[in-house]
């Protein structure tokens, strides 16, 4: 009824009401969507800490987190038996019985992961072997709780 009035008086009022609105909710979306890739962001940075104790628990040797380079990104760079791991973390903040975070380890990015670790051990004239493994880890943020699972040679190809 309202807007029956604004329109009668204001027609042209409507339509400006109409269009900020709609804006409004773009924004809140767009800015609702900042805040979701924040809390993405941070559970992903957790996830990566909880799986180098992980790693450091089964007996590796971290050698070095995030490494980045224009090319691609690896997590964890470890070391165990003399075989140089990169290592891809997939993290969770919940349980979800729809999906396994496994299901997020993508051929495309383990094959990035895999041409960034070649590249990497070029930079750093490694001669050593290689492989590219991945950890999965889904968090109880509320019992503050993460159960993790390692995946090793998740690429079928051999360094």
Same mark, same amino acid.
């Given at each position: @009824?309202?807007?029956?009035?604004? +329109?009668?008086? &204001?027609?042209?009022?409507? &339509?400006?009401?109409?269009? #900020? !609105?709609?804006? #409004?909710? !773009?924004?809140?979306?767009?800015?609702?969507? @900042?805040?979701?890739?924040?809390?993405?962001?941070? /559970?992903?940075?957790?996830?990566?800490?909880?799986?180098?104790?992980?790693?450091?628990?089964?007996?590796?040797?971290?050698?070095?987190?995030?490494?980045?380079?224009?090319?691609?990104?690896? =997590?964890?760079?470890?070391?165990?038996?003399?075989?140089?791991?990169f290592v891809?973390?997939?993290? !969770?903040? +919940?349980?979800?019985?729809?999906?396994?975070?496994?299901?997020?380890?993508? +051929?495309?990015?383990?094959?990035?992961v895999a *041409?960034?670790?070649?590249?990497?051990?070029?930079?750093? *004239?490694?001669? +050593?072997?290689?492989?590219?493994?991945? !950890?999965?880890? /889904?968090? =109880?943020?509320?019992?503050?709780?993460?159960?993790?699972?390692? #995946?090793?040679? /998740?690429?079928?190809?051999?360094?």
């Amino acid at each position: @009824m309202v807007s029956r009035i604004i +329109r009668l008086i &204001f027609p042209g009022t409507v &339509f400006l009401m109409c269009y #900020f !609105v709609t804006l #409004f909710r !773009v924004k809140t979306c767009y800015y609702s969507q @900042m805040a979701q890739d924040s809390d993405r962001k941070e /559970v992903g940075r957790t996830g990566e800490d909880i799986a180098a104790e992980y790693l450091r628990g089964k007996g590796y040797k971290l050698i070095e987190k995030n490494y980045r380079r224009k090319w691609g990104e690896i =997590d964890i760079i470890a070391e165990k038996a003399g075989i140089v791991r990169f290592v891809e973390v997939k993290a !969770v903040s +919940r349980e979800n019985p729809v999906f396994r975070p496994e299901e997020l380890l993508h +051929r495309t990015k383990l094959s990035k992961v895999a *041409r960034t670790a070649a590249l990497y051990m070029d930079e750093k *004239r490694d001669k +050593r072997e290689y492989q590219i493994d991945a !950890v999965t880890v /889904v968090m =109880d943020q509320t019992k503050r709780i993460a159960r993790c699972q390692l #995946f090793e040679q /998740v690429l079928e190809e051999s360094f």
